[in-house]
């Protein structure tokens, strides 16, 4: 684990050297989704020996999320070519975060579909490995991605916060069963649900049930399943998941490195902690391959 | 005369002047006020039009808002993810429409309605709705613009807008539409200051679509006042309310304390002042007490209590003065009994006609022989006697009865409820007492007696002539020979009627009134012993009505009316004519006769001096009675001693008749005596009187006094008078008196 005040001074001279070096304003690129919804990405170019990096937010969130986008900012920072999409969510060129009471019809799956559709829009943009930096639901996305036929091109997942979207008082159980029971009579109405932090989340019962349905055995599972390493950065005080969640994390054979002090976001001077292990992690990577 | 002369509608109240003045004060507040408040609403509608003004430029400016507003929300709306995602999948619109765009945050409360269409102008609803929230099923081109339109008399602002899916506008995906309620937006934009927002109407059809500058045509409305102007004019007017309250409250005091202090007091001091006035001289019972308030009316009380209190000690003076004064006024300072004043009151009330029947006797008193006490003792005694008279009569007079002093010697006193026995004893008492006061103690050797008349009366009539029936009475009980005491009767009047009511009264008075009635006659008085006439004695007559009074007659009238003064005159008057008439020989010369009382009167004296113009032709003589010189001795002999020095010769008349003193005679300044004819006719008889008569005859001629003998009516007479040294002679032996002729 690495303490705060090594990680300034290592980030420091990497932000200055790339104020210097590297464009600070992102191309904001737009592609066509197979489904025929517009999506964007921010996309900056770096160096062509360092692995491009494709930054997945948050649930619901977009690539304007604080934590993905200075993160983004960073990595492109220290040269590494990133690609910060927005997950449409089924809504062309979306540029906000969808609220809880919005009409949610979108599935994890087309989350998924985008991810890869993404990871093969950066490897034509830049050739070479691609590795994935997930937040929180964005890791887990990530990670089901890298799990299930992903590119060839991905060498390396990084996931920061990785959750699940269950909490402890969830009626999961039952929500779970009834979306099971509308889906199996066909149903597609908007139903009130709730979801991670959405206390009212409305959506069709098949949304609900694409994200409420994975759990954190399957989580587990999956960081085994992957195709490539997966490696974990946890905050100290981030309690979602739990203290053992980390251990769990470690003894399905990951690397975790945790951020004393951190939360969920990685607020305030943690943000380059966690620039410092990912772009410690990234090096780490290149040296396996 | 002035509008406000307090002749013209007579003095005011304090009070109601108060009143009248505090009432012009307050119309005065009211007019003011009036004035006041037509300025308010001047200025009032001064704003009003003003507000016109600005409420219009109110409203189109707040026009510009809404329509930048909308645009606005329009822009928000078009650009929200949620809006795109229903415009690619309508799915669950419904729920976007109904639920979740209204609770976006996205739109106004202001909301009515809002719909989407699809790229065709086709609303993505699909179900139909009535009502204000309505809105088109299909749009056009023409519909992309803000409207204000009228619903069922709601006003709504209008705009449906296109949506694009990019930023760069390029890729239209559909439309919005947008109602709001007009009033209630117009009222979120901006705080209307001008415009009375409830009463923005428009006043186009229903469903008719106006444009913003339409709409500006279109809008009818009311200004509100200004607040300021409002606040304003409640100020002005709580403090006119106020002001007016306290200069009510203020006029209300005023008046009470300006009664209270003032007019009260005042009252009360004009009502004391008021009752000193009408007290016709009577003292308060009480003075004005207690405090007053106002200072200057506590001093104005304060003096009029001193004032007062001087005025109830002068009035106590003053009722002294006038006790005394009264008292003085009704009482002979002589004799300290009633005086004539206090009868004449008193005899007044006895007769006045309200008596109808009264039983009263009055009682007259009268000295006898008093002008001879007087003559021979002197004033002085003559006041001791009637004093002592005085004093006897009120000690027999019963208690109560008043006596009066008359006149000179003449008492009276009235007897109430008396009758004719009873007041006859009460004079018969008077006539003891008198008889009985020592008299002697004044010197005097006779005894004084008193006269009394009585009259009777049963009823007022006959009342008013109890003073003559009395005089009357009195007079006949002073004749010789009578009873001191006489009550009148009828037989009374009838014999003393010729003294009371006879001619020789008449012409008495007439001869007074014009002396050519006079008639002198003229006696000889001869010079001896030749027996020449040297001068002559004027003795009055009077002819009247055909016939001539004499002496005897005349004088008994003058002395009884005491009209000495007034004939002698007449007499000096007459004679003068006859002196300037040249009836008696230059030569000769006049012997004049003067009373007592007019040789100390100075008018006589001034006429005799006047006399002295004829003193180079003829020899004028005056005749004094010896009493008359006696009785003012000292003032007789100064106008004597004037008449001598102017060359008169005082002559001493009926030397002999009186109480004739030689020791008087030594000391008079005269230089005649004239011997009385009883003394003359002494001289023929052969007793003691005829040796007195002619030794004091002797003796007076030795004294260098000239003698002249009256009441010569023989030779024999006449020779016996010469041989006594008489210078001069005068009797009917040497002639009669006859008028003179020319």
């Avoid at chain 1, 890869?116 to 890791?139: C, E, M, N, Q, T």
């Avoid at chain 1, 908007?190 to 979801?195: A, M």
């Avoid at chain 2, 007034?566 to 000096?572: I, N, P």
Wanted: neutral net charge.
């Amino acid at each position: 684990m690495l303490s705060s005040s090594f990680s300034q001074w290592l980030v420091l001279p990497i932000l200055l050297s790339a104020c210097i070096c590297q464009p600070l304003f992102a191309e904001i690129v737009e592609a066509r989704l197979p489904a025929g919804t517009f999506a964007t990405a921010d996309f900056r170019a770096g160096k062509p020996n360092l692995p491009a990096v494709l930054l997945i937010h948050g649930f619901m969130q977009t690539r304007e999320f604080p934590t993905v986008s200075r993160l983004a900012d960073g990595l492109a920072t220290a040269g590494y070519t990133t690609l910060s999409p927005t997950l449409s969510l089924g809504i062309s060129r979306r540029s906000r975060s969808l609220p809880c009471e919005a009409a949610h019809r979108h599935t994890l799956e087309q989350d998924v579909a985008e991810i890869a559709f993404w990871v093969d829009w950066l490897a034509r943009r830049k050739p070479g490995p691609v590795v994935i930096v997930g937040h929180s639901y964005g890791s887990l996305q990530s990670l089901i991605y890298a799990a299930n036929k992903p590119s060839s091109t991905l060498r390396q997942v990084i996931a920061l916060s990785l959750v699940d979207a269950e909490r402890q008082s969830d009626p999961r159980t039952t929500m779970l069963s009834e979306a099971k029971k509308s889906i199996a009579r066909g149903e597609t109405q908007l139903i009130n649900y709730t979801l991670g932090y959405c206390q009212k989340y409305v959506g069709t019962p098949q949304s609900f049930l694409s994200y409420a349905g994975w759990n954190r055995t399957d989580i587990l599972r999956l960081s085994r399943k992957s195709k490539v390493p997966l490696e974990v950065i946890m905050g100290g005080k981030d309690d979602r998941m739990g203290e053992e969640w980390t251990e769990k994390l470690r003894a399905a054979g990951n690397r975790v490195q945790v951020i004393s002090g951190a939360n969920h976001f990685f607020d305030a001077e943690h943000e380059f902690d966690v620039l410092e292990l990912t772009v410690s992690m990234l090096k780490s990577g290149e040296k396996k391959n | 005369m002035s509008f406000f002369s307090p002749h013209r509608y007579g003095p005011v109240s304090l009070a109601r002047l108060t009143f009248f003045s505090l009432a012009g004060v307050t119309l005065l507040l009211v007019v003011t006020s009036s004035v006041f408040f037509a300025n308010i609403s001047r200025l009032e509608r001064n704003f009003a039009a003003s507000n016109e003004q600005f409420a219009h430029q109110e409203l189109t400016e707040a026009l510009t808002l809404m329509e930048n507003h909308m645009l606005t929300v329009a822009k928000a709306l078009a650009g929200w993810d949620e809006t795109r995602q229903q415009l690619e999948d309508p799915t669950y619109y419904a729920y976007w429409r109904n639920s979740r765009v209204l609770s976006s945050g996205l739109l106004p409360d202001t909301t009515d309605a809002i719909e989407l269409y699809d790229v065709n102008g086709r609303t993505l609803s699909k179900e139909s709705r009535e009502g204000e929230a309505t809105m088109p099923a299909h749009i056009g081109q023409d519909n992309l613009r803000l409207a204000l339109a009228r619903e069922n008399g709601h006003e709504h602002f209008i705009l449906f807008f296109p949506i694009f899916s990019d930023t760069g506008l390029r890729h239209r995906i559909g439309y919005g539409g947008l109602k709001l309620d007009f009033n209630a937006e117009l009222r979120t934009l901006r705080r209307f200051l001008y415009v009375d927002m409830a009463s923005v109407h428009l006043t186009a059809q229903d469903t008719q679509m106006l444009s913003l500058d339409q709409a500006i045509r279109h809008l009818a409305f009311k200004t509100q006042p200004s607040a300021e102007i409002l606040a304003f004019k409640s100020l002005i007017y709580r403090v006119m309310y106020q002001v007016a309250a306290i200069v009510l409250i203020g006029i209300l005091l005023a008046y009470f304390f300006v009664v209270l202090l003032v007019a009260k007091p005042l009252r009360r001091l004009s009502e004391h002042i008021d009752a000193m006035r009408t007290g016709r001289g009577g003292l308060l019972s009480e003075a004005y007490r207690g405090p007053v308030p106002v200072a200057e009316l506590e001093n104005v009380r304060i003096s009029l209590n001193d004032y007062q209190s001087k005025l109830d000690h002068m009035h106590v003076n003053l009722a002294n003065k006038n006790e005394e004064l009264w008292k003085l006024a009704h009482h002979d300072p002589l004799t300290g009994i009633f005086n004539r004043r206090a009868f004449e009151e008193d005899w007044g009330a006895l007769t006045r006609p309200a008596l109808t029947s009264i039983n009263v006797a009055f009682l007259l008193f009268d000295c006898d022989h008093f002008k001879t006490i007087n003559d021979t003792y002197g004033h002085h005694v003559g006041d001791q006697v009637l004093q002592g008279i005085a004093e006897a009569l009120y000690v027999a007079l019963r208690t109560g009865d008043r006596l009066y002093r008359m006149g000179g010697d003449e008492f009276a006193t009235i007897l109430y409820e008396t009758d004719i026995a009873l007041a006859t004893r009460v004079a018969e008492r008077c006539i003891d007492a008198v008889t009985a006061h020592d008299f002697a103690a004044y010197g005097m050797f006779e005894p004084v007696r008193i006269s009394i008349g009585i009259a009777h009366s049963h009823d007022a009539a006959s009342a008013a002539l109890l003073h003559k029936h009395a005089d009357l009475a009195m007079y006949h009980a002073k004749r010789p020979g009578s009873a001191k005491v006489a009550v009148y009767a009828e037989s009374l009047a009838h014999s003393s009627k010729a003294m009371f009511s006879s001619p020789e009264t008449a012409a008495v008075y007439a001869a007074i009134a014009n002396p050519d009635l006079l008639e002198m006659h003229y006696q000889k008085i001869v010079l001896l012993p030749a027996a020449e006439v040297d001068y002559f004695e004027a003795l009055v007559r009077i002819r009247y009505l055909d016939s001539l009074l004499h002496p005897a007659s005349i004088f008994s009238v003058v002395e009884a009316k005491r009209l000495e003064i007034e004939f002698d005159l007449a007499v000096l008057a007459r004679i003068r004519q006859d002196l300037t008439g040249g009836k008696l020989p230059v030569g000769t010369g006049i012997s004049i006769n003067i009373s007592g009382m007019s040789i100390v009167t100075a008018q006589i004296i001034d006429k005799l001096l006047a006399l002295g113009e004829f003193l180079d032709r003829y020899k004028l003589v005056i005749e004094i009675t010896e009493t008359s010189l006696i009785t003012q001795i000292s003032h007789a002999s100064a106008n004597l001693n004037r008449l001598r020095k102017a060359g008169f010769v005082i002559a001493l008349d009926d030397f002999g008749s009186g109480y004739s003193s030689l020791r008087y005679l030594s000391t008079m300044p005269v230089d005649v005596i004239k011997f009385d004819i009883s003394m003359v006719h002494c001289l023929d008889g052969e007793d003691r009187q005829r040796v007195i008569v002619e030794n004091l005859a002797k003796l007076i001629s030795a004294a260098g006094f000239k003698l002249v003998a009256e009441g010569i009516e023989s030779i024999e007479t006449l020779q016996r008078v010469t041989e006594l040294g008489f210078t001069h002679a005068q009797g009917f032996y040497l002639g009669r008196p006859e008028a003179l002729k020319r």
